[in-house]
C-alpha cells in the first residue's frame, strides 16, 4: 500500500484546510490511518487517529474541538478537516497507516505518504 497525501498550503489564522491521504488500493488490508505532524525543529507528534475497522477517532489535546479525521466515501481516502488554525498548527503534515494496531506513536507506522507542508500566517 502506498499513501498519497494532499491539500496543504498557506492559510491565515483562523482558517481552514483539509488535507487527504489516499491509499495505493482497498483499505481493507489497514487497522488504522493517522495523521501526524511536524513542526519545525521539532519532532514528529501525533495528531489524529482513525480505526477503519470500527470508525473510532482519537485526537492530540492540542487539535481536540478543532481538527476532524473522516473517512471517504471511496473508504480508500482519510481526511483531516483543521479549523480555527494558529501558528502553532504550522507543520509538514504526514499520513500513516498500519496493518494490525493503532496507537499514536510515529515508531509504530511502516507506510507513510509523503508530507504536505502547513503553514498559517498570524
Known amino acids: 500500500v502506498q499513501l498519497q497525501a494532499s491539500g496543504g498550503g498557506l492559510v491565515q489564522a483562523g482558517g481552514s484546510m483539509r488535507l487527504s491521504c489516499s491509499a495505493s488500493?482497498?483499505?481493507?488490508?489497514?487497522?488504522?490511518m493517522n495523521w501526524f505532524r511536524q513542526p519545525p525543529g521539532t519532532e514528529r507528534e501525533f495528531v489524529a487517529a482513525?480505526?477503519?475497522?470500527?470508525?473510532?477517532?482519537y485526537y492530540a489535546e492540542s487539535v481536540k474541538g478543532r481538527f476532524t479525521i473522516s473517512r471517504g466515501n471511496a473508504k480508500n481516502t482519510v481526511y483531516l478537516q483543521m479549523n480555527n488554525l494558529n501558528p502553532d498548527d504550522t507543520a509538514v503534515y504526514y499520513c500513516?497507516?498500519?496493518?494490525?494496531?493503532?496507537?499514536?506513536?510515529?515508531?509504530?507506522?511502516?507506510?507513510w505518504g509523503q508530507g504536505t507542508l502547513v503553514t498559517v500566517s498570524s
Open positions: 500513516a497507516a498500519n496493518r494490525h494496531i493503532l496507537t499514536s506513536s510515529p515508531n509504530d507506522y511502516d507506510i
Open positions: 488500493q482497498d483499505t481493507a488490508s489497514i487497522y488504522s
Open positions: 482513525f480505526n477503519l475497522v470500527v470508525g473510532s477517532t
